[in-house]
């Protein structure tokens, strides 16, 4: 059983920063690629950054140069830097493997709230 534990979320300004971390507990081994996805209110959850086992990172246009995805894989823990974060950004952030069916489940994810 595996369990994803989302934390670092809260309210922060326009421009300001935020770092998420994503503790993965269970029968995890063997995932190669993790991601940080998003779900904005009332739309479907998106992946904003993925990262492989050797930290080479990809990230949506959005958030290119802002974001930074991270791992330390012997801490099976996952980080997103948010930084210059904007309104667009809010949203609930969650981690999980890319594609997210190999995991297979979801935690409950941090709230973050831009304000402008």
């Known amino acids: 059983q595996v369990q994803l534990v989302e934390s670092g979320g809260g309210l922060v300004q326009t421009g300001g920063s935020l770092r998420l971390s994503c503790a993965v507990s269970g029968s995890s081994s063997g995932v190669a690629d993790m991601g940080w996805y998003r779900q904005r209110s009332g739309k479907g959850r998106e992946l904003v950054a993925a990262?492989?086992?050797?930290?080479?990172?990809k990230y949506i246009d959005s958030v290119k140069g802002r974001f930074t995805i991270s791992r330390e894989n012997g801490k099976n823990t996952i980080y997103l830097q948010m930084n210059s974060v904007v309104p667009e950004d809010t949203a609930v952030y969650f981690c999980?493997?890319?594609?997210?069916?190999?995991?297979?489940?979801w935690g409950q994810g941090t709230q973050v709230t831009v304000s402008s």
């Open positions: 999980n493997s890319v594609p997210p069916q190999i995991l297979g489940s």
């Open positions: 990262v492989t086992s050797s930290n080479n990172a």
